[in-house]
T-cell receptor, first 109, second 113 residues
């Protein structure tokens, strides 16, 4: 079992819809969770982080964390074609980040 | 700020050759990370430095890989000899402190023929 697992996708959603990206992790002791967005041919950029159970909202993005079930998700409301990218989930282990392989999101007009 | 700078942006070399990738972190950042990204394995941490000192190199795949950080503004990742399976995008990232890297460089796309 991989330490951080994501569905590779692609996840296709129409413009204006909610995109839901999911991630599960195996280390129950993990405390910090991160979402990075990576456009094709570009470098990853941090868009959200969450440390506590529950929801954290930032504009159109909401990160959700459920430590009991060991999953973290990212919701993108009012999806736009410009949101089309690969979304990487990362879990902090010690001083390191362990990344999932990413979910490719496609938002079509 | 110029961000994290990496060079070269693209490198094509033949198997057996030495490859050196370079990174200049953001000024004032004291942690530097080298990652490798492939389709199959995703983004993997190779090594990271804090205050120019290597802290964890457990992700370095084998002895053919080495990394140095002679000063706070420069780091190198060297592969000698290179092999086709080393073909990947190599990212450098930096941050202040030991918190996760938030600032990635543009990456070096390495192709080993």
């Amino acid at each position: 079992q991989k330490e951080v697992e994501q569905n590779s996708g692609p996840l296709s959603v129409p413009e204006g819809a909610i995109a839901s990206l999911n991630c599960t992790y195996s280390d129950r002791g993990s405390q910090s969770f991160f979402w990075y967005r990576q456009y094709s041919g570009k470098s990853p950029e941090l868009i959200m982080f969450i440390y506590s159970n529950g929801d954290k909202e930032d504009g159109r993005f909401t990160a959700q964390l459920n430590k009991a079930s060991q999953y973290v998700s990212l919701l993108i409301r009012d999806s736009q074609p410009s949101d089309s990218a690969t979304y990487l989930c990362a879990v902090k282990r010690g001083d390191k980040l362990i990344f999932g392989t990413g979910t490719r999101l496609q938002v079509f007009p | 700020d110029a961000g994290v700078i990496q060079s070269p942006r693209h490198e094509v070399t033949e198997m057996g050759q030495e490859v050196t990738l370079r990174c200049k972190p953001i000024s004032g950042h004291n942690s530097l990370f080298w990652y490798r990204q492939t389709m199959m394995r995703g983004l993997e941490l190779l090594i990271y430095f804090n205050n120019n000192v290597p802290i964890d190199d457990s992700g370095m795949p084998e002895d053919r890989f080495s990394a140095k950080m002679p000063n706070a503004s420069f780091s190198t990742l060297k592969i000698q000899p290179s092999e086709p399976r080393d073909s990947a995008v190599y990212f450098c990232a930096s941050n202040l402190g030991r918190d996760p890297p938030q600032y990635f460089g543009p990456g070096t796309r390495l192709t080993v023929l």
